[in-house]
């Protein structure tokens, strides 16, 4: 296991402003791994203030007052997950004022909603902290920024760990939302039939499902609970043999070359997973290794079959994607990161005063 170097730790202070419009929402996978990351500079000493205003409304945006928000901060991160209003607002600030370095966080705006990404005013920014290197690439080659580092998701192990005391009850469990179109087709294809191929028990959480989702569902011989309770689900994970992360497409229907951060969050907690097809052209994980790929249906039911019926298969699955985990994927990991490039923009300033 790679011992984290905690990048800075023992230096001085720096208070961190976080903006993200969700990053309050538990039930919001998006704001899992931010709410890891302020959690683990606050465990070091920096001090994280966080703007999270709720709605879209110019009457919401003006109740702001950002000098006094930004009073004092070093480093500021604007998520994309943040309203559009405060992501140009907070551009505009730093274009008045040059003492604190500004930098946006996107995971994944590029792949959902390019024209919307397209329009946002990065010129003030000092650069974008893309969830891929993809999507670095992508924000640099449009010119949307001028520089431009990637900064993968990652898990908060001191939420998400496994829970050895509780024993499986469960074959299959699923965490996350219905969804629409393709992602419906993508959950029956690789979640229901399967399932229901391999005479599966387990169980599903979430929003959004109709009511033919929770039809076929039963006919699955899978049990839908409802929403999902975002403070059990380690518990809920260690209740169940085997997971499945059926990852989002994008637009152009090519699947993602990243994870989600139901991913991470499965394996560190110990439970072994089998995915739908996804381009990990990065090296993040070892396929076949800490995790099992599937590419239909088929084979989707014959890694659950395996998973299942070889106890020491399923054990390897489980101690390898641990493994990787902790050594590359936790928000120490990535708080280290965020540390060294803010040092390395301090450095470009102090390069660039003298």
Known sequence: MTEVTHYGAGGPSLKVVVANSRVSEQSH??????RGVIAELESRGHQVHTLAPTGRSR???????????????G???????TDPGLI?????????????RLLFHDTHRTRTAPKEASQLDLSSYDGVLAGGEALRRVYLERGWA???WTWHEAVDTRVFHPLPATEPEADLVWIG???EGARRRELRNFLLCPARSARLHGHLYGDGYPASARLGIRLSGLRYCGSKPDDRV?????????????????RDGEPPDAPTSYFFEALACGIPLVSAPWDDAEGLFRPEQDYLLARD??????????????PEFAAQLRESGLETIHARHTCAHRADELLAIDAELKGDRLELAG
Do not use: K
Not at 88 to 94: C, D, E, K, L, P
């Open 88 to 100: 140009a607002a907070i551009g505009a600030h730093r274009a008045r004022h040059d003492d604190y």
């Open 297 to 310: 249906c088929a084979e989707m039911r014959e890694a659950m079959q395996a998973i299942l019926e070889f």
């Open 234 to 250: 380690p518990e809920l994970f260690a209740r169940h043999r085997l997971t499945v992360h059926v990852p989002p497409r994008g």
């Open 59 to 73: 009457t919401t945006l003006e109740t702001l007052n950002l000098d006094a928000d930004l009073d004092g901060a």
């Open 75 to 81: 480093l500021v991160l604007v998520s994309a997950l």
């Open 146 to 148: 001028a520089r431009a």
């Open 29 to 34: 996978d998006g704001s899992h791994f931010l």
């Open 177 to 179: 939302d219905w969804g």
